[in-house]
Protein backbone atom coordinates (compact mmCIF):
# COMPACT_ATOMS: atom_id res chain seq x y z
CA UNK A 1 0.00 0.00 0.00
CA UNK A 2 2.60 2.44 0.80
CA UNK A 3 3.99 1.74 -2.48
CA UNK A 4 1.24 2.71 -4.12
CA UNK A 5 0.82 5.74 -2.62
CA UNK A 6 4.41 6.90 -3.10
CA UNK A 7 3.55 6.24 -6.70
CA UNK A 8 0.47 8.44 -6.54
CA UNK A 9 2.52 10.75 -5.03
CA UNK A 10 4.93 11.44 -7.90
CA UNK A 11 2.50 11.20 -10.45
CA UNK A 12 0.42 13.54 -8.87
CA UNK A 13 3.73 16.05 -8.49
CA UNK A 14 4.30 15.40 -12.55
CA UNK A 15 0.77 16.07 -13.34
CA UNK A 16 0.98 18.90 -11.83
CA UNK A 17 4.28 20.40 -13.30
CA UNK A 18 3.11 18.91 -16.76
CA UNK A 19 0.03 21.42 -16.28
CA UNK A 20 1.54 24.52 -14.30
CA UNK A 21 5.32 24.03 -17.03
CA UNK A 22 3.85 24.95 -19.54
CA UNK A 23 1.82 27.70 -19.47
CA UNK A 24 4.62 29.33 -17.69
CA UNK A 25 6.33 28.77 -20.48
CA UNK A 26 4.17 30.07 -22.47
CA UNK A 27 4.13 33.12 -20.22
CA UNK A 28 7.57 33.59 -20.28
CA UNK A 29 7.51 33.62 -24.49
CA UNK A 30 5.02 36.61 -24.55
CA UNK A 31 6.90 38.43 -22.49
CA UNK A 32 10.38 37.31 -23.84
CA UNK A 33 9.59 37.73 -27.29
CA UNK A 34 7.93 41.08 -26.43
CA UNK A 35 10.69 42.98 -25.26
CA UNK A 36 12.94 41.56 -27.93
CA UNK A 37 11.07 42.34 -30.91
CA UNK A 38 9.30 45.69 -28.97
CA UNK A 39 5.76 43.82 -29.41
CA UNK A 40 2.89 45.85 -27.93
CA UNK A 41 0.65 43.87 -27.47
CA UNK A 42 1.31 41.20 -25.39
CA UNK A 43 2.31 43.64 -22.23
CA UNK A 44 -1.29 45.22 -22.54
CA UNK A 45 -4.13 43.26 -20.55
CA UNK A 46 -4.16 43.61 -16.85
CA UNK A 47 -1.82 47.05 -16.98
CA UNK A 48 1.66 45.46 -15.41
CA UNK A 49 3.38 43.76 -18.20
CA UNK A 50 0.08 42.46 -19.31
CA UNK A 51 0.18 40.07 -16.50
CA UNK A 52 -3.44 38.92 -17.58
CA UNK A 53 -3.22 38.27 -21.38
CA UNK A 54 -2.70 34.29 -19.90
CA UNK A 55 -5.95 34.39 -17.95
CA UNK A 56 -7.70 35.99 -20.72
CA UNK A 57 -6.74 33.60 -22.70
CA UNK A 58 -7.75 30.69 -20.90
CA UNK A 59 -11.48 32.33 -20.63
CA UNK A 60 -11.64 32.75 -24.16
CA UNK A 61 -10.75 29.65 -25.12
CA UNK A 62 -12.92 27.77 -22.50
CA UNK A 63 -16.25 29.23 -24.02
CA UNK A 64 -15.70 29.46 -27.56
CA UNK A 65 -17.80 27.93 -30.01
CA UNK A 66 -16.39 24.58 -31.83
CA UNK A 67 -16.84 24.26 -35.14
CA UNK A 68 -15.88 20.95 -36.63
CA UNK A 69 -15.87 21.55 -41.02
CA UNK A 70 -18.29 20.11 -42.82
CA UNK A 71 -15.68 18.72 -44.73
CA UNK A 72 -13.55 17.21 -41.73
CA UNK A 73 -13.22 13.60 -41.03
CA UNK A 74 -14.69 14.34 -38.01
CA UNK A 75 -13.41 10.95 -35.56
CA UNK A 76 -9.68 11.49 -36.60
CA UNK A 77 -10.03 15.59 -36.38
CA UNK A 78 -11.30 15.09 -33.02
CA UNK A 79 -8.89 13.02 -31.60
CA UNK A 80 -5.73 14.88 -32.64
CA UNK A 81 -5.07 17.47 -30.17
CA UNK A 82 -5.07 14.19 -28.14
CA UNK A 83 -2.55 12.18 -29.68
CA UNK A 84 -0.84 15.45 -30.00
CA UNK A 85 -0.96 16.16 -26.18
CA UNK A 86 -0.58 12.90 -24.13
CA UNK A 87 2.55 11.54 -25.02
CA UNK A 88 4.13 14.80 -23.68
CA UNK A 89 2.93 13.64 -20.36
CA UNK A 90 3.65 10.20 -20.35
CA UNK A 91 7.49 10.72 -21.15
CA UNK A 92 7.58 13.33 -18.23
CA UNK A 93 7.21 9.47 -15.73
CA UNK A 94 10.87 8.81 -16.71
CA UNK A 95 12.71 12.08 -16.39
CA UNK A 96 14.25 12.86 -12.56
CA UNK A 97 14.98 16.05 -11.44
CA UNK A 98 16.56 15.29 -8.38
CA UNK A 99 18.61 11.68 -6.85
CA UNK A 100 15.43 9.40 -6.38
CA UNK A 101 13.30 11.97 -7.55
CA UNK A 102 11.49 10.49 -10.59
CA UNK A 103 8.48 8.86 -11.52
CA UNK A 104 9.21 5.73 -12.42
CA UNK A 105 12.95 4.49 -13.28
CA UNK A 106 12.12 2.47 -16.01
CA UNK A 107 15.39 0.35 -17.31
CA UNK A 108 14.89 1.49 -20.84
CA UNK A 109 14.02 4.61 -19.87
CA UNK A 110 16.08 6.51 -23.07
CA UNK A 111 14.22 4.47 -25.78
CA UNK A 112 11.00 4.81 -24.10
CA UNK A 113 11.82 8.24 -24.46
CA UNK A 114 12.30 8.48 -27.75
CA UNK A 115 9.34 6.47 -28.80
CA UNK A 116 6.86 7.89 -27.05
CA UNK A 117 7.67 11.43 -28.14
CA UNK A 118 7.70 10.06 -31.79
CA UNK A 119 4.15 9.83 -31.23
CA UNK A 120 3.18 13.24 -30.39
CA UNK A 121 3.98 14.74 -34.05
CA UNK A 122 1.30 11.81 -35.41
CA UNK A 123 -1.04 14.17 -33.66
CA UNK A 124 0.05 16.81 -36.15
CA UNK A 125 -0.04 14.85 -39.01
CA UNK A 126 -3.92 13.30 -38.14
CA UNK A 127 -5.29 16.94 -37.86
CA UNK A 128 -3.53 17.72 -41.12
CA UNK A 129 -5.19 15.28 -42.86
CA UNK A 130 -8.42 15.17 -41.44
CA UNK A 131 -9.37 18.67 -41.76
CA UNK A 132 -10.10 18.37 -45.44
CA UNK A 133 -8.27 21.54 -45.94
CA UNK A 134 -5.44 21.90 -49.03
CA UNK A 135 -3.34 23.70 -46.88
CA UNK A 136 -4.02 21.69 -43.76
CA UNK A 137 -2.70 18.31 -45.62
CA UNK A 138 0.75 20.21 -46.78
CA UNK A 139 1.20 21.31 -43.18
CA UNK A 140 0.57 17.48 -42.08
CA UNK A 141 2.90 16.08 -45.11
CA UNK A 142 5.63 18.45 -44.03
CA UNK A 143 5.24 17.40 -40.60
CA UNK A 144 5.82 13.94 -41.56
CA UNK A 145 9.24 15.04 -43.78
CA UNK A 146 9.92 16.50 -40.87
CA UNK A 147 9.69 13.77 -38.66
CA UNK A 148 11.23 11.29 -40.84
CA UNK A 149 14.46 13.64 -41.04
CA UNK A 150 14.95 14.92 -37.85
CA UNK A 151 14.07 11.10 -35.81
CA UNK A 152 17.40 9.73 -36.92
CA UNK A 153 19.95 12.62 -35.35
CA UNK A 154 17.83 12.61 -32.41
CA UNK A 155 18.14 9.39 -32.02
CA UNK A 156 21.73 8.77 -32.75
CA UNK A 157 22.95 11.65 -30.04
CA UNK A 158 20.67 10.15 -27.38
CA UNK A 159 22.30 6.74 -27.59
CA UNK A 160 25.67 8.49 -27.68
CA UNK A 161 24.69 8.96 -23.85
CA UNK A 162 23.81 5.77 -23.80
CA UNK A 163 26.99 4.76 -24.83
CA UNK A 164 29.22 7.05 -22.37
CA UNK A 165 26.79 6.19 -19.60
CA UNK A 166 26.39 2.40 -20.03
CA UNK A 167 22.99 2.31 -19.42
CA UNK A 168 19.80 3.67 -20.60
CA UNK A 169 17.68 4.54 -17.48
CA UNK A 170 17.79 8.15 -17.23
CA UNK A 171 18.60 8.72 -13.25
CA UNK A 172 21.08 6.33 -14.49
CA UNK A 173 22.57 8.55 -16.77
CA UNK A 174 22.64 11.37 -14.62
CA UNK A 175 24.59 9.14 -12.18
CA UNK A 176 27.48 8.84 -14.30
CA UNK A 177 27.79 11.92 -15.28
CA UNK A 178 31.00 13.92 -15.18
CA UNK A 179 31.48 18.02 -16.21
CA UNK A 180 34.21 16.74 -18.69
CA UNK A 181 31.04 14.87 -20.56
CA UNK A 182 30.20 18.91 -21.38
CA UNK A 183 33.10 18.98 -24.18
CA UNK A 184 33.44 15.21 -24.85
CA UNK A 185 29.22 15.25 -26.11
CA UNK A 186 29.20 18.66 -26.99
CA UNK A 187 28.15 17.60 -30.71
CA UNK A 188 25.82 15.81 -29.53
CA UNK A 189 23.98 18.14 -27.68
CA UNK A 190 23.82 20.34 -30.24
CA UNK A 191 22.62 17.76 -32.54
CA UNK A 192 19.91 16.92 -30.04
CA UNK A 193 18.41 20.05 -29.34
CA UNK A 194 18.45 21.08 -32.79
CA UNK A 195 16.78 18.19 -34.32
CA UNK A 196 14.62 18.21 -30.99
CA UNK A 197 13.10 21.78 -32.12
CA UNK A 198 12.84 20.60 -35.28
CA UNK A 199 10.38 17.81 -34.20
CA UNK A 200 8.43 19.90 -32.29
CA UNK A 201 7.83 22.45 -34.99
CA UNK A 202 9.59 25.58 -33.50
CA UNK A 203 10.81 28.63 -35.58
CA UNK A 204 13.29 28.42 -37.48
CA UNK A 205 11.75 25.24 -38.13
CA UNK A 206 8.17 25.25 -38.44
CA UNK A 207 7.57 25.20 -41.84
CA UNK A 208 5.00 23.03 -41.46
CA UNK A 209 2.66 25.74 -39.73
CA UNK A 210 4.49 28.77 -42.23
CA UNK A 211 1.53 31.26 -41.48
CA UNK A 212 2.57 33.42 -44.36
CA UNK A 213 2.14 30.56 -46.65
CA UNK A 214 -0.63 27.88 -45.35
CA UNK A 215 -2.36 29.57 -42.74
CA UNK A 216 -1.71 27.17 -39.70
CA UNK A 217 -1.25 24.28 -41.21
CA UNK A 218 -2.68 21.45 -39.82
CA UNK A 219 -4.33 23.73 -36.89
CA UNK A 220 -5.94 26.14 -39.65
CA UNK A 221 -9.77 24.45 -38.99
CA UNK A 222 -9.32 24.18 -35.37
CA UNK A 223 -10.80 26.26 -32.93
CA UNK A 224 -11.82 26.57 -28.64
CA UNK A 225 -10.59 24.07 -26.47
CA UNK A 226 -9.03 21.52 -29.39
CA UNK A 227 -6.37 24.45 -30.25
CA UNK A 228 -5.89 25.47 -26.91
CA UNK A 229 -4.57 21.62 -26.57
CA UNK A 230 -2.27 22.10 -29.70
CA UNK A 231 -1.19 25.33 -28.10
CA UNK A 232 -0.28 23.23 -24.44
CA UNK A 233 1.27 20.38 -26.54
CA UNK A 234 3.65 22.92 -28.11
CA UNK A 235 4.62 23.96 -24.65
CA UNK A 236 4.79 21.17 -23.03
CA UNK A 237 7.28 19.69 -25.68
CA UNK A 238 9.47 22.47 -25.33
CA UNK A 239 9.87 21.59 -21.49
CA UNK A 240 10.14 18.27 -22.45
CA UNK A 241 12.70 18.50 -24.96
CA UNK A 242 14.55 21.25 -22.43
CA UNK A 243 14.18 18.83 -19.43
CA UNK A 244 15.68 15.76 -22.01
CA UNK A 245 18.88 18.03 -22.76
CA UNK A 246 19.13 18.81 -19.07
CA UNK A 247 19.35 15.43 -18.22
CA UNK A 248 21.09 13.60 -21.58
CA UNK A 249 23.99 16.31 -21.84
CA UNK A 250 24.02 19.33 -19.06
CA UNK A 251 24.18 16.82 -16.10
CA UNK A 252 20.81 16.99 -14.55
CA UNK A 253 20.82 18.15 -10.98
CA UNK A 254 24.35 18.02 -10.88
CA UNK A 255 25.80 21.67 -10.33
CA UNK A 256 27.67 23.57 -6.96
CA UNK A 257 25.73 25.19 -3.96
CA UNK A 258 21.89 24.98 -4.70
CA UNK A 259 20.14 21.52 -4.13
CA UNK A 260 19.65 19.26 -7.33
CA UNK A 261 16.23 19.90 -7.89
CA UNK A 262 16.77 23.52 -8.00
CA UNK A 263 19.57 22.91 -10.64
CA UNK A 264 17.23 21.03 -13.03
CA UNK A 265 14.81 23.48 -13.08
CA UNK A 266 17.37 26.17 -13.40
CA UNK A 267 18.59 24.07 -16.37
CA UNK A 268 15.31 23.64 -18.12
CA UNK A 269 14.69 27.35 -17.39
CA UNK A 270 17.56 28.13 -19.42
CA UNK A 271 17.08 26.12 -22.26
CA UNK A 272 13.59 27.22 -22.20
CA UNK A 273 15.08 30.84 -22.56
CA UNK A 274 17.22 29.58 -25.79
CA UNK A 275 14.29 27.77 -27.03
CA UNK A 276 12.56 31.88 -27.35
CA UNK A 277 15.24 33.23 -28.20
CA UNK A 278 16.13 31.16 -31.64
CA UNK A 279 12.28 31.66 -32.49
CA UNK A 280 13.07 35.66 -32.24
CA UNK A 281 16.73 35.05 -34.18
CA UNK A 282 15.98 33.36 -36.86
CA UNK A 283 13.74 33.34 -39.71
CA UNK A 284 12.37 30.38 -41.62
CA UNK A 285 14.00 27.66 -43.20
CA UNK A 286 12.75 26.81 -46.19
CA UNK A 287 11.55 23.55 -47.22
CA UNK A 288 15.09 21.97 -49.22
CA UNK A 289 17.55 24.03 -46.77
CA UNK A 290 15.47 21.74 -43.65
CA UNK A 291 16.19 18.56 -45.38
CA UNK A 292 19.67 19.46 -46.59
CA UNK A 293 20.28 20.69 -42.63
CA UNK A 294 18.76 17.12 -41.17
CA UNK A 295 20.70 15.10 -43.72
CA UNK A 296 23.97 17.43 -44.91
CA UNK A 297 24.40 18.52 -41.27
CA UNK A 298 23.18 17.01 -38.38
CA UNK A 299 23.51 13.15 -39.19
CA UNK A 300 27.15 13.25 -40.02
CA UNK A 301 27.66 15.37 -36.94
CA UNK A 302 25.66 12.49 -34.97
CA UNK A 303 28.14 10.34 -36.78
CA UNK A 304 30.85 12.24 -35.49
CA UNK A 305 30.02 12.21 -31.99
CA UNK A 306 29.13 8.48 -32.05
CA UNK A 307 32.76 7.65 -33.24
CA UNK A 308 34.28 10.03 -30.58
CA UNK A 309 32.28 8.71 -27.81
CA UNK A 310 33.26 4.90 -28.89
CA UNK A 311 36.72 5.95 -28.68
CA UNK A 312 37.08 7.77 -25.81
CA UNK A 313 34.89 4.97 -24.12
CA UNK A 314 36.89 2.09 -25.62
CA UNK A 315 40.71 3.96 -25.31
CA UNK A 316 40.20 5.27 -21.91
CA UNK A 317 38.91 2.38 -20.53
CA UNK B 1 10.70 2.11 -4.22
CA UNK B 2 10.19 -1.21 -5.64
CA UNK B 3 7.11 -1.67 -7.80
CA UNK B 4 9.17 -4.30 -9.69
CA UNK B 5 9.43 -4.53 -13.78
CA UNK B 6 5.15 -5.04 -14.84
CA UNK B 7 4.72 -2.54 -11.53
CA UNK B 8 6.22 0.18 -13.19
CA UNK B 9 5.32 0.26 -16.55
CA UNK B 10 1.24 0.09 -14.74
CA UNK B 11 2.56 3.24 -13.74
CA UNK B 12 3.38 4.75 -16.99
CA UNK B 13 -0.19 3.24 -17.84
CA UNK B 14 -1.63 5.10 -14.85
CA UNK B 15 -0.16 8.83 -15.99
CA UNK B 16 -1.53 7.86 -19.11
CA UNK B 17 -5.17 7.10 -18.09
CA UNK B 18 -4.81 10.45 -16.34
CA UNK B 19 -3.72 12.27 -19.59
CA UNK B 20 -6.44 10.81 -21.70
CA UNK B 21 -8.63 12.20 -18.47
CA UNK B 22 -7.24 15.63 -18.42
CA UNK B 23 -8.07 15.91 -22.78
CA UNK B 24 -11.45 14.43 -21.98
CA UNK B 25 -12.14 16.60 -18.95
CA UNK B 26 -11.05 19.75 -21.12
CA UNK B 27 -13.92 18.92 -23.69
CA UNK B 28 -16.34 18.10 -21.54
CA UNK B 29 -16.02 21.32 -19.56
CA UNK B 30 -15.78 23.39 -22.97
CA UNK B 31 -18.79 21.88 -23.67
CA UNK B 32 -20.60 22.94 -20.85
CA UNK B 33 -19.65 26.36 -21.26
CA UNK B 34 -19.56 27.34 -25.25
CA UNK B 35 -22.34 28.27 -27.49
CA UNK B 36 -23.78 25.87 -30.65
CA UNK B 37 -25.31 27.95 -33.11
CA UNK B 38 -23.97 26.26 -37.05
CA UNK B 39 -24.84 27.58 -39.64
CA UNK B 40 -23.61 26.51 -43.46
CA UNK B 41 -21.07 29.66 -43.55
CA UNK B 42 -19.56 28.41 -40.45
CA UNK B 43 -19.11 24.68 -41.50
CA UNK B 44 -17.77 25.53 -44.67
CA UNK B 45 -13.87 24.46 -44.65
CA UNK B 46 -11.76 27.91 -44.20
CA UNK B 47 -8.39 27.33 -45.82
CA UNK B 48 -7.69 31.02 -46.31
CA UNK B 49 -10.57 32.86 -45.91
CA UNK B 50 -11.39 32.64 -49.79
CA UNK B 51 -14.54 30.23 -50.41
CA UNK B 52 -12.49 26.68 -51.05
CA UNK B 53 -12.53 25.51 -54.43
CA UNK B 54 -12.16 21.68 -55.42
CA UNK B 55 -11.55 19.10 -53.11
CA UNK B 56 -9.32 19.44 -49.62
CA UNK B 57 -7.53 16.21 -50.39
CA UNK B 58 -5.78 17.82 -52.89
CA UNK B 59 -3.24 15.87 -54.79
CA UNK B 60 0.30 17.11 -53.72
CA UNK B 61 4.03 15.92 -55.00
CA UNK B 62 5.32 13.86 -52.13
CA UNK B 63 9.39 14.55 -52.11
CA UNK B 64 11.72 13.20 -50.37
CA UNK B 65 10.77 10.05 -50.54
CA UNK B 66 14.07 8.36 -51.36
CA UNK B 67 14.95 9.81 -47.82
CA UNK B 68 11.86 7.96 -46.09
CA UNK B 69 13.25 4.96 -47.47
CA UNK B 70 16.99 5.22 -45.99
CA UNK B 71 15.27 6.70 -42.36
CA UNK B 72 12.77 3.34 -42.03
CA UNK B 73 16.32 1.45 -42.72
CA UNK B 74 18.45 3.51 -40.31
CA UNK B 75 15.71 3.85 -37.78
CA UNK B 76 15.30 0.03 -37.40
CA UNK B 77 19.06 -0.32 -37.23
CA UNK B 78 19.28 2.49 -34.75
CA UNK B 79 16.98 0.64 -32.20
CA UNK B 80 19.55 -2.43 -32.33
CA UNK B 81 22.46 0.13 -31.37
CA UNK B 82 20.42 0.89 -28.09
CA UNK B 83 21.00 -2.50 -26.22
CA UNK B 84 24.63 -2.39 -27.94
CA UNK B 85 25.07 1.00 -26.40
CA UNK B 86 24.84 -0.59 -22.80
CA UNK B 87 27.44 -3.58 -23.46
CA UNK B 88 29.88 -2.61 -25.85
CA UNK B 89 32.83 -1.09 -23.13
CA UNK B 90 32.53 -4.08 -21.40
CA UNK B 91 35.46 -5.72 -20.31
CA UNK B 92 36.55 -8.15 -23.39
CA UNK B 93 34.63 -6.37 -25.74
CA UNK B 94 36.43 -3.32 -26.77
CA UNK B 95 38.40 -3.05 -29.62
CA UNK B 96 35.69 -5.58 -31.76
CA UNK B 97 32.85 -3.93 -30.60
CA UNK B 98 34.53 -0.23 -31.26
CA UNK B 99 35.02 -1.47 -35.12
CA UNK B 100 31.62 -2.86 -34.93
CA UNK B 101 30.45 0.53 -34.56
CA UNK B 102 32.58 2.18 -37.34
CA UNK B 103 31.27 -0.76 -39.91
CA UNK B 104 27.59 0.37 -38.42
CA UNK B 105 28.97 3.90 -39.05
CA UNK B 106 30.07 3.31 -42.44
CA UNK B 107 26.96 2.08 -43.71
CA UNK B 108 24.58 4.83 -42.89
CA UNK B 109 27.03 7.70 -44.19
CA UNK B 110 27.21 5.24 -47.46
CA UNK B 111 22.90 5.57 -47.17
CA UNK B 112 23.52 9.64 -47.56
CA UNK B 113 26.35 9.78 -49.81
CA UNK B 114 23.90 7.50 -52.43
CA UNK B 115 20.86 9.58 -51.82
CA UNK B 116 23.63 12.63 -52.05
CA UNK B 117 24.41 11.46 -55.59
CA UNK B 118 21.14 10.88 -56.44
CA UNK B 119 20.57 14.70 -55.88
CA UNK B 120 17.80 13.70 -54.01
CA UNK B 121 18.45 17.27 -51.99
CA UNK B 122 18.25 19.05 -54.99
CA UNK B 123 15.20 21.10 -55.16
CA UNK B 124 13.76 20.09 -59.13
Known sequence: MAVVLDVAVRLAVIVAAFLVLPLIAGQAEHKVMAHMQARLGPMRAGGFHGWAQLIADGVKFAQKEEVVPAAADRRVFALAPAVALIPYLVVLVVVPVGPGLVGVDLDAGLFFVLAVMGIGVLGSIMAGWASGNKYSVLGGIRSAAQLVSYELPLVLAASSVAMAAGTLSLPGIVEAWRWWWLPWQAIGAVVFFTAGLAELRRPPFDMPIAESEIIMGPMTEYTGMRFALFMLAEYAGIIVLSALTTVLFLGGWHGPLLPGPVWTLLKVAALVFVVIWVRVSYPRLREDQLQRLAWVGLVPLALVQLALTGIVRVLAG | ?124
Do not use: H
Request: aromatic share 18%.
Open chain 2, 1 to 124: MSLGYLGSYAAVLALFVVGVAIVAGALFANRMLRPTRPTPDKLATYECGVDPVGEGWAQSQVRYYVFTYLYVIFAVDAVFLFPWATVFAAPGFGMTTLVEMFVFLGFIALGILYGWRKRVLTWA
